[in-house]
Nanobody
Framework: QVPVVESGGGLVQAGGSLRLSCTTPRLTFAVYAMGWFRQAPGKEREGVACISRSGARTGYAGSVKGRFIISRDNAKNTLSLQMNSLKPEDTAMYYC???????????????????WGQGTQVTVSS
């Protein structure tokens, strides 16, 4: 069983919205900083958004700031990414990842994260 499981991807028209969710069936969710990453064909994996263990701190890539919102519910062991005003360039495989090393805050560097899901595809049509 994979440590992290994503859901909620799909096909949407430009300007639309999608909500991604992530759970950690094998991990103690509340002790992990969490992040969303994406990778388009032929491109490097990039950090999209991250959130600290408590949820008090968040970080966003410049390309999604103001459009995406990351949140977590530690009582329900759930991480979410609300994606609004989607653009064709947001098309990618989206991954959820968990970081147990950072004591506070969060990182947008994928090198910081140890546990990954298998990804969920997001496709935005023009």
């Amino acid at each position: 069983q994979v440590p992290v499981v994503e859901s909620g991807g799909g096909l949407v028209q430009a300007g639309g919205s999608l909500r991604l969710s992530c759970t950690t069936p094998r991990l103690t969710f509340a002790v992990y900083a969490m992040g969303w990453f994406r990778q388009a064909p032929g491109k490097e994996r990039e950090g999209v958004a991250c959130i600290s263990r408590s949820g008090a701190r968040t970080g966003y890539a410049g390309s999604v700031k103001g459009r995406f919102i990351i949140s977590r519910d530690n009582a329900k062991n759930t991480l979410s990414l609300q994606m609004n005003s989607l653009k064709p360039e947001d098309t990618a495989m989206y991954y959820c990842a968990a970081d147990h090393r950072v004591p506070d805050g969060c990182s947008l560097s994928w090198l910081q994260y140890d546990d990954w899901g298998q990804g969920t595809q997001v496709t935005v049509s023009s």
